[in-house]
């Protein structure tokens, strides 16, 4: 590849690059075969975790493998292998898998951690651009990639090939969540902070379930209205004897009352209530508790459990605080 000689070569030696690794990634799927199914396999029967190493840039593109794997429900880390000499080898145990990283396949500090990693007893998958290397020989599973050169314009800077690890790092952890049936309530539990953790929390995880302002159908409008300003809910859940919801009374119900009824303040939270009220599941989704509230133009939900039973209450501030945002 030539040096580029002016502005508009620029975005020639970008497009040359891209096409290397793309060209280098749809080799690697091509070349996928049993030895890929048996690390699947040994990963996903693994009890304990998985180390991955790696020198240099090799070793950045391990942390990023180690993180996805973790995300997605394989315990990983990574272990610089100079540091596994001098102590280190210490967070390796029997039963562990260890993912070598190598594009050479001889890289020299990976290469003298090999013996002690096997007195370990822990499973070695190599990930190397060399069949024939020391690495690749050693290992118990090796994961063999190709590339026809780097991408960089002096053929020295490693891109093409590492490029081509985090695919099949990629490729490794895709394959694991359908191994162990990794589902997106699983990945929210894991990222209860992140945009999907936000958008599969339920509404049990968001409402209110002490001190609910809760009354029977007897109760005293009297009685109602001080609940109802102690609770600040904005709201009075009726309930019948087994804490069944039978109807709310809101505070937009007082003020209607109050304009057209003289005599409310005499009447009970049966006569008074609306008896068809919106409410919704605990173990729904807060972004339906939106939703229901925005379609109903209301601000507080009551949570049920499976016996419509009061549990719970959701306000829509709750939610929003929640950054779940609009829903259009």
């Known amino acids: 590849m030539k040096q580029p000689s002016g502005a508009s070569a620029y975005l020639d030696v970008a497009r ?15 070349s996928l075969d049993e ?92 990930m190397t651009a060399n069949a024939e290397s020391t690495l690749a020989q050693e290992s118990d599973i090796p994961l063999i990639y190709a590339i026809e050169r780097e991408g960089c314009p002096l053929n020295l800077a490693p891109m093409a090939s590492t490029t081509t690890v985090l695919a099949l ?20 539990l894991y990222h209860p902070r992140g945009r999907l953790g936000q958008i599969l929390l ?21 009685e109602v209205l001080s609940i109802m300003v102690s609770s600040n809910v904005g709201a009075v859940f009726v309930a019948g004897t087994r804490g069944h919801l039978r109807g709310i009374i809101s505070d937009g119900d007082i003020k209607r009352l109050i304009e057209r009824d003289e005599q409310f303040m005499r009447r009970t939270a ?45 306000h829509i501030h709750d939610i929003i605080k929640h950054n779940y945002g609009k829903t259009k």
């Open 169 to 188: 790092g990629d490729a490794l952890a895709a394959a694991l969540i359908h191994a162990k049936k990794f589902t997106a309530e699983d990945f929210n």
């Open 202 to 222: 339920k509404v049990r995880d968001l409402m209110v379930a002490e001190r609910l302002p809760v009354v029977r159908r007897e109760t005293s409008m009297r």
């Open 270 to 314: 049966g006569e008074v209530m609306n008896a068809t009220p919106a409410w919704i599941y605990e173990d729904a989704l807060a972004r339906e508790a939106l939703i229901r509230m925005e379609e109903r133009r209301i601000t507080v939900l009551p949570a049920l459990d499976r016996r419509k039973r009061i549990v719970g209450v959701i």
């Open 35 to 126: 030895n890929f199914v048996r690390a699947v396999e040994r990963i996903a029967k693994c009890r304990e975790r998985v180390v991955l190493t790696g020198m240099g840039k090799s070793g950045l593109i391990c942390r990023k493998i180690a993180a996805t794997l973790t995300s997605t429900g394989t315990q990983a880390g990574f272990l610089h292998p100079s540091e596994a000499m001098h102590g280190d080898l210490g967070i390796i145990k029997k039963g562990d898998v260890v993912i070598a990283v190598s594009n050479s396949g001889e890289t020299r500090e990976i290469i003298d951690i090999i013996p002690h990693v096997k007195i370990l007893k822990a499973t070695i998958i190599a």
């Open 16 to 30: 040359e690059v891209l096409t290397v690794e793309s060209k280098a990634i749809a080799r690697l799927a091509g």
